[in-house]
């Protein structure tokens, strides 16, 4: 049985599609034969809407396009004239330079959450993934199936009615109660005079679609828009073909059989058992040879077989004394004729005024979070462990110039319920459906160890570090704090400032983060949906 749900169309949207995507009915195709803004525009709209990248180019691009000049083209059948020039272009310059320089769209579809961690681990690509704040998850496939992902392995066993079954009543509870958190915000924050009907109904889905997101199982499907380059795209295959969980080894797979009708050349290794076979082999054999090492020297421990005490949400782990000082000397350095190490030593000399007057001159006048200071800030480095639930962990995760590594999602930690949920009278529901994931949790952990966290909810804690210089923390910080943002990732993102501030008394480079936000917000989204109205007010008013 194929676990993905089969897209049909019309002969004659599928004479138009067939020019710009490499397969028609899968779940993974590239983009071809489109300009660049039209593909990063799709993937913009991808994040916001329920609709499939096919689906959405034919319904919203297609009729603004010019696609007469397209006529006598075929992606599906791959690109051979491409093929023979990157061949020629290999034998003579390399496979690892020339891989850097070409770069592919690619639509990956139905992926699990789990999965679609595993897509966005790697630094050097672009992410663009649907948002369950955009998008509510009440509403069915064409299959008749709720979005969520049904490994075959469980369909096939005997847990598989009672996965289905399980999945299925998280679903109906979510559905179920969406109405009814829509209507209590509704109460609670009345629209304000100003204020579009449509703008207000925007900010009281997001903030309700948030409120109920942790009710959703980690095995509910996104759609993701990936940006690569061709040996960004081979370290991905490599680490997926080495993955112990099924789903991430076999949509591999099907990446690479796209991928080929694109950059084919770039990608001749992965699957070559020398060369990529070798390496995937070697990701594997490591990662199982340290996790029977770690078993073996904590098999004593007792903290491994007992709940959890409750964690703190940030940690600030490991930082350096001297990191502003470390700062202000590599500040200093392209302007001077010395060494950084007698730079520090100057810096360690100056007083409090000169060392506020060179920090300021350095961070400048920044009239928006985007404008950053230089990379001097990334002479120093802070490590936090958070705990956090795994929607917040999802969010957060995306920040790849960072360290992040994280341990398996499981139960153990506990779940967080929003204040919201509460207050709205829908704990009961909320904790019955929260429950109901453990036990199929348990029940399939025994025999199923990696796919049982399919069952988990995005409401259940993820622990995770994240290790990043001073330059990430703000952009992080910044952003994450803003009012616009979900409330589990701004209240992380506040305490880590203040970590940054107090634990390690860095206040300086704390105080140059000027827009952190420490407020507290009703609608997040509302003041996001009024400026994009009056970007769509002054668009129209434009002749």
């Known amino acids: 049985m194929f676990p993905y749900v089969e897209e049909h169309f019309t002969p004659g949207e599928e004479a138009i599609l067939r020019r710009y995507v490499t397969n028609l009915h899968l779940p993974v195709f590239a983009l071809v034969n489109l300009p660049e803004v039209v593909k990063g525009a799709l993937f913009a709209r991808y994040s916001r809407s329920p609709k ?60 699990s959450n789990i999965l679609s961690k595993v897509l966005e681990w790697g630094r050097l690509m672009a992410y663009l993934e649907q948002s369950t704040r955009y998008i509510a998850y009440d509403n069915r496939l064409d299959s008749g199936h709720y979005r969520y992902f049904r490994p075959m392995e469980i369909l096939d066993s005997p847990y598989g009615a009672r996965y289905v079954g399980d999945m299925d009543r998280m679903f109906d509870t979510y559905g179920a109660l969406l109405p009814t958190m829509r209507d209590w915000v509704t109460a609670r924050f009345p629209q304000q005079a100003g204020d ?42 490599l680490r997926m073909r080495a993955h112990p969980l099924p789903e991430a080894r076999s949509y591999a797979d099907m990446m690479l059989t796209e991928l080929r009708k694109v950059i084919p050349s770039f990608l001749q290794r992965v699957d070559v058992a020398e060369r990529g076979g070798e390496w995937t082999a070697y990701l594997a054999s490591t990662r199982d040879a340290t996790a029977r090492v770690v078993a073996r020297l904590w098999q004593d421990e007792e903290a491994l077989s007992t709940p959890a005490p409750p964690e703190p949400e940030v940690t600030l782990l490991d930082f350096d004394p001297e990191g502003e000082d470390k700062v202000l000397a590599a500040a200093c350095f392209s302007h001077l004729g010395c060494s950084e190490q007698r730079a520090l030593q100057r810096v360690r000399r100056l007083s409090h005024d000169e060392r506020v ?30 705990v956090t639930d795994y929607g917040a962990f999802r969010d957060l995760q995306r ?104 634990r390690a008394g860095h206040r300086a480079l704390a105080d140059a983060m000027t827009f952190v936000d420490h407020g507290g917000a009703d609608l997040e989204r509302l003041e996001s949906e009024r400026r994009s109205e009056r970007r769509r007010a002054e668009k129209s008013a434009t002749p």
């Open 196 to 237: 579009t009907d449509f703008v207000y109904r925007q900010a009281v889905k997001a903030k309700s679609l948030d409120a109920l997101r942790g009710l959703l199982p980690a095995a509910s499907l996104s759609n993701i828009g990936l940006y690569g380059t061709g040996q960004s795209y081979e370290q991905l295959l």
């Open 52 to 111: 499939s990248l096919r689906r959405l180019f034919l319904d919203e691009f297609v009729g603004d396009l010019d696609i007469t000049g397209d006529l006598s083209v075929d992606a599906t059948i791959g690109l051979e004239r491409a093929e023979q020039l990157y061949e020629k272009v290999f034998v003579e310059y390399g496979d690892d330079s020339v891989a850097q320089l070409g770069g592919v769209h690619l639509a990956c579809e139905q992926s």
């Open 357 to 386: 007057d060179l920090l300021a001159a350095y961070v400048g006048d920044r009239r928006n979070r985007r404008h950053r200071p230089g990379r001097a800030f990334e002479r120093t480095d802070y490590r936090f462990e958070l």
């Open 399 to 502: 920040h790849r110039m960072l360290t992040i590594e994280w341990q398996r999602l499981g139960i153990s930690l506990g779940y967080d319920m929003p204040d919201l949920v509460a207050d709205a009278g829908l704990g009961d529901r909320y904790t019955e459906a929260i429950e109901r994931a453990e036990d199929l949790y348990r029940t399939l952990a025994p025999r199923f160890g990696e796919q049982a966290t399919y069952a988990v909810a995005l409401a259940h804690r993820i622990r995770y570090v994240m290790q990043c210089n001073a330059r990430e923390a703000m952009h992080l910080i910044e952003l994450r704090s803003g009012a616009q943002g979900h409330p589990a990732y701004r209240r992380v993102a506040q305490k880590m400032h203040r970590a940054i501030a107090e």
